[in-house]
């Protein structure tokens, strides 16, 4: 997306879910929020050896938290540009890396340049083949023995055939991107079928809208920002409503999940 579409007044009925979080100030979209965030960062053990690349860090809050591991380098690669805009001024105040306009399954960086890669809240809304191309381009980043960590949403296991569907239709209706959750195992699957070998899963519930995970996330005050940008716009508060009420149909059925892997040494 270019920025002067992004620039544009955002349509709250039509914008994808994430475009009209981040417009009402949510800085976060992971769905197992800054909590299953740290975890999944403990589990790949970065430090200051680490060539660190992440997709598509949205506002930059993850990226906030690689600034104090102070890693040997750090690349983000954004598709919008007002993304990258932003991270890239996270980063001018950290002194450290850069964040590129690309796309996570075509990123343009060099076979193994890494040594950690991550993505979070970006794999779910991608189609079944472009999930495996992006698992495919961290594979292809990674030198032998990298870490790749994922933070997605996830289907519980043996969930009917009917109720899948159901989810999907309607987080796609809601959501505005085609989201395709995959239960834990399938998730697994995607990454051990590009090379991965999967090392830890954890999960978490997915609580993205609720009001403690808010305040965790985004802090008193940016939960309170948030509220009173949404309270100020119908159309944004009738968007809202829909997506919390789709998540909390299905809560008993969606979890986040963080999954590492390891292209072997
Ligand atoms: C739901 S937000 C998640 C942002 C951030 N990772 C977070 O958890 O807060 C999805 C982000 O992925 C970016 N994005 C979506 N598809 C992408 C792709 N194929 N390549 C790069 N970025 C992508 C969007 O621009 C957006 O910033």
């Known amino acids: 997306?270019?920025?002067?579409?992004?620039?544009?007044?955002?349509?709250?009925?039509?914008?994808?879910a994430?475009?009209?979080?981040?417009?009402?100030?949510?800085?976060?979209?992971?769905?197992?929020?800054m909590e299953l965030t740290r975890t999944m960062l403990e589990e790949l053990r970065v430090g200051e050896n680490d060539n660190v690349v992440e997709l598509a860090p949205g506002r930059g809050a993850t990226t906030r938290l690689i600034l104090e591991l102070l890693p040997q380098s750090y690349t983000a690669v954004e598709r919008s540009r007002a993304s990258q805009q932003n991270v890239q001024e996270i980063l001018r105040h950290?002194?450290?890396?850069?964040?590129?306009?690309?796309?996570?399954?075509?990123?343009?960086?060099d076979d193994g340049c890494a040594s950690v890669v991550f993505g979070e809240a970006m794999l779910t809304m991608q189609t079944k083949e472009t999930k495996r191309k992006i698992a495919q381009e961290a594979y292809r980043l990674l030198a032998p023995g990298g870490r790749y960590g994922i933070h997605e949403t996830c289907l519980k296991d043996n969930l009917s055939a009917d109720i899948t569907t159901e989810i999907e239709s309607t987080l796609k209706d809601v959501l505005r991107v085609a989201a395709r959750p995959l239960t834990l195992k399938e998730w697994r699957m995607l990454l051990e079928e590009a090379g991965f070998s999967v090392s830890g899963a954890n999960e978490a519930p997915m609580h993205l809208l609720?009001?403690?995970?808010?305040?965790?996330?985004?802090?008193?005050?940016?939960?309170?920002?948030?509220?009173?940008?949404?309270?100020?716009?119908?159309?944004?508060?009738?968007?809202?409503?829909?997506i919390r009420q789709a998540f909390n149909r299905y809560s008993d059925y969606i979890n986040a999940a963080v999954l590492i892997a390891v292209k072997p040494a």
């Not at 994430?18 to 929020?33: A, D, I, N, Q, S």
């Not at 002194?95 to 996570?104: F, I, K, P, R, S």
């Open 210 to 242: 609720e009001p403690k995970r808010m305040i965790q996330d985004e802090g008193l005050w940016g939960g309170l920002k948030f509220a009173s940008r949404v309270i100020a716009s119908s159309s944004a508060r009738r968007r809202i409503r829909g």
């Open 1 to 16: 997306m270019d920025k002067n579409r992004e620039d544009r007044r955002i349509d709250y009925n039509r914008a994808p």
């Open 18 to 33: 994430y475009e009209v979080l981040f417009r009402l100030g949510k800085t976060t979209m992971r769905p197992g929020g």
């Open 94 to 109: 950290g002194g450290l890396g850069q964040c590129v306009v690309g796309t996570a399954q075509e990123t343009g960086l």
